[in-house]
């Protein structure tokens, strides 16, 4: 890899986080919007189809052919789960798991 390969893979990166978010907070908002809908399926297979659709179209422009972009952007979407997940997560359940890792501190 040389040095003119990095900000790719860096916005790479960058690019796959964006996706991710896009992809995990509209699968949360489908959930959340589905729950109260009166046609909760036609919100869910509307949003994956879209969501895929996205996805799969923007790891198509960011990898470009070259399979270490597309790690990349893989790696970033994955990031973006994480972040995602926590951030979603009801309130008693991220002060509870905020106390279970200040137990663990030393």
């Known amino acids: ?3 003119n ?3 790719a893979l860096v916005l790479a990166c960058i690019a796959g986080g964006a996706l991710g978010a896009i992809f995990f907070g509209g699968l949360w908002w489908t959930v959340r919007k589905s729950l109260v ?6 919100w869910v297979f509307a949003s994956l189809l879209l969501r895929m659709g996205l996805t799969m ?3 198509y422009v960011v990898s470009g052919g070259d399979w270490r972009r597309l790690l990349a952007c893989l790696a970033g979407f994955v ?3 994480q ?3 926590r951030l ?8 509870a ?3 279970q890792e200040a137990r663990r501190a030393p």
Request: glycine share 4%; proline share 9%.
């Open 1 to 3: 890899m040389t040095m």
């Open 5 to 7: 390969e990095t900000p």
């Open 37 to 42: 809908s009166s046609r909760p399926a036609l």
């Open 57 to 59: 179209a923007g790891f």
């Open 79 to 81: 990031m973006a789960r």
């Open 83 to 85: 972040v995602v997940t």
């Open 88 to 95: 979603t997560r009801p309130l008693d359940a991220r002060q």
């Open 97 to 99: 798991l905020s106390d």
